[in-house]
T-cell receptor, first 110, second 113 residues
Framework: KQEVTQIPAALSVPEGENLVLNCSFT??????LQWFRQDPGKGLTSLLL?????REQTSGRLNASLDKSSGRSTLYIAASQPGDSATYLC?????????FGAGTILRVKS | SQTIHQWPATLVQPVGSPLSLECTVE??????LYWYRQAAGRGLQLLFY??????ISSEVPQNLSASRPQDRQFILSSKKLLLSDSGFYLC????????????FGDGTRLSIL
């Protein structure tokens, strides 16, 4: 059974810092991995998707990496801003099914 | 472009009452459709998914059921709600195929009294 773990559970940083969110999964037989952002009381916004054959994806200040053999992914946020404050969720796709981590609550202080 | 709609946005229901949440997708055909629940203090859990009209797969035993009466319509139902059914319900869609990204609606906040 696939299990996804996200570390840290919560993170508070001053504006402008670079930061890394971690995601690990137990079964490396995945199709892809998706990073989402969730604002309080809202749905999920897809940030980046990395296919199992890829090593990383970039979008603006966001960079996600994938090491499938070790079951790890990281989300790197450069030059953090208060608007980045949200819960970040990692999810692995085992074939038509996403298994989510519990998320990292990020607060960027101005 | 594709869009996904969920309604209602919030719902307060008494224990034992029925439930019907609706999700529709526009701008695509023959999508995979999903229902997830996010309970307080817990992560997102897949409840049901569908790869076609009338085809429903259930991931966890529960008090809920799902139906897909039309290609782009997915309905989550219950005959009698329990307190434990409270949570944030999210619908999602993807293009057919195991490696496609999933796109989520804005969710329904369900409170059971």
């Amino acid at each position: 059974k696939q299990e996804v773990t996200q570390i840290p559970a919560a993170l508070s940083v001053p504006e402008g810092e670079n930061l890394v969110l971690n995601c690990s999964f137990t079964d490396s037989a995945i199709y892809n991995l998706q990073w989402f952002r969730q604002d309080p009381g809202k749905g999920l916004t897809s940030l980046l998707l990395i296919q199992s054959s890829q090593r990383e994806q970039t979008s603006g200040r966001l960079n996600a990496s994938l090491d499938k053999s070790s079951g790890r992914s990281t989300l790197y946020i450069a030059a953090s801003q208060p608007g980045d404050s949200a819960t970040y969720l990692c999810a692995v796709n085992n074939g038509n099914k996403l298994v989510f981590g519990a998320g990292t609550i990020l607060r960027v202080k101005s | 472009s594709q869009t996904i709609h969920q309604w209602p946005a919030t719902l307060v229901q008494p224990v034992g009452s029925p439930l019907s949440l609706e999700c529709t997708v526009e701008g695509t055909s023959n999508p995979n459709l999903y229902w997830y629940r996010q309970a307080a203090g817990r992560g997102l859990q897949l409840l049901f998914y569908s790869v076609g009209i009338g085809q429903i797969s259930s991931e966890v035993p529960q008090n809920l059921s799902a139906s897909r009466p039309q290609d782009r319509q997915f309905i989550l139902s219950s005959k009698k709600l329990l307190l434990s059914d409270s949570g944030f319900y999210l619908c999602a869609w993807s293009v057919q195929g195991g490696n496609q990204p999933q796109h989520f609606g804005d969710g329904t906040r369900l409170s059971i009294l």
